[in-house]
């Protein structure tokens, strides 16, 4: 089992920055692969980065260059750094821990954090 807590949401106008971070609990935070979604209203949820239990990272084209995943395994932290915001970033922040197995995948989210790009 793992616990996920999300916070660093807030309030950013365009082209500022927020780093999100997510503590997680439970055993074995090493060898999960790490992620970052989100949803806004009326959209579907989104994977928006990912760093694998090997550091290999990728993200959705929207969000290349400006944002940064990474994670603290001695810690049990993902972070989400957001750079250079735009209004269509707007959306409820999740994070996600990931580990397949050969009949099923275990799936942890946390709760969400509110990111809102606006001036």
């Known amino acids: 089992q793992v616990q996920l807590v999300e916070s660093g949401g807030g309030l950013v106008q365009p082209g500022g920055s927020l780093r999100l971070s997510c503590a997680a609990s439970g055993s074995a935070f090493s060898i999960y692969t790490m992620g970052w979604y989100r949803q806004a209203p009326g959209k579907q949820r989104e994977l928006v980065a990912a760093i694998t239990s090997g550091n290999s990272t990728n993200y959705v084209d929207s969000v290349k260059g400006r944002f940064t995943i990474s994670r603290d395994n001695a810690k049990k932290m993902v972070y989400l750094q957001l750079n250079s915001l735009k209004p269509e970033d707007t959306a409820v922040y999740y994070c996600?821990?990931?580990?397949?197995?050969?009949?099923?995948?275990?799936?942890?989210w946390g709760q969400g954090t509110q990111v809102t790009v606006s001036s």
């Open positions: 996600n821990a990931k580990l397949r197995h050969v009949f099923r995948t275990d799936d942890y």
